[in-house]
Each structure stands twice: as C-alpha cells, then as structure tokens.
C-alpha cells in the first residue's frame, strides 16, 4: 500500500508522523495499540509524540482507515480495515434484511490480547435469524 497515497485519497495532511504511523499500521499482521507505534516509531528513530499517535488514530478511525479494536479496561488496538466482510441479519416474521459489518475482527482482538488464542479460520459466513425492531413493535401491540 503507498501509504502517503493513502492520506492523500482521504484528504489528510501528510506529515512524517502520520506516513510512520500508516506505515506500521500497514505492515502489521494484527491490531496494534498506540503504545506499541509509539515503540516501533522510536526503534526507526522517528520521534513522535504519544499524543500525536493517538490523534492520528483517532482521525483514521474518523476516515474509516482503521478500526477501533475496544479490548476492554480502556485498552484498544487499531487496525488497517482491508476488506469489508459483512453479515445478513434476517427479519423471520417479514423477511428484511440488514447488512451489518462483521464484528468477528474485534472478538477475535479481545480474545488474543485475553487469552493469546489466535483463530485459524478466516471467515464466519451466515446469516443471522431474528425479529426486527418494527416487527417487535407489532407483536408488543397485540
């Protein structure tokens, strides 16, 4: 990925700090926290303030380049977002259907950073069954 591409595609501000930080994000086979840019930016000699990590985190996450791995406990982990795979939840009474993000990727965080398990399969394909808000509102009334 040409990472100063990148910022300039989301109309951000390319600067020698945020070029390291897309650039470890890119490079990194798992989320990775704030702190551990912060280490990995000094080991290449850039120096970077922690609080411009976190602002720089804070505005990929805005611009839907990474994500915000929430691990609990005020601990988070960023990652880039490199594909979109999304779910099918199904309404059983009406039979819409809403797509939604898949949140496998956080789980699968917290369950790293808990317990050091790591999942070999890559995809969870299904489609979820439920009863939809409008349809829980017309039950409710009868």
Do not use: W
């Not at 470890?24 to 990995?40: D, G, M, P, R, T």
């Not at 099918?88 to 369950?111: F, G, R, T």
């Amino acid at each position: 990925m040409d990472v100063e591409k990148c910022l300039r595609k989301y109309n951000i501000k390319v600067t020698k700090a945020r070029l390291n930080i897309m650039d470890i994000l890119c490079k990194s086979e798992e989320a990775i926290n704030a702190e551990s840019i912060f280490k990995k930016c000094k080991e290449k000699n850039v120096n970077v303030d922690l609080s411009t990590i976190y602002r720089s985190l804070e505005l990929f996450e805005i611009k839907k380049i990474v994500r915000k791995i929430d691990l609990g406990q005020g601990e988070y982990s960023y990652s880039i977002i490199r594909e979109k795979h999304k779910h099918i939840l199904q309404c059983k009474i009406c039979h819409k259907q809403i797509e939604i993000d898949c949140p496998m990727q956080q789980v699968e965080e917290i369950i790293k950073s808990k317990t050091g398990f790591v999942f070999e399969e890559e995809k969870l394909d299904f489609k979820i069954k439920g009863i939809c808000r409008d349809c829980r509102k017309k039950i409710k009334k009868v």
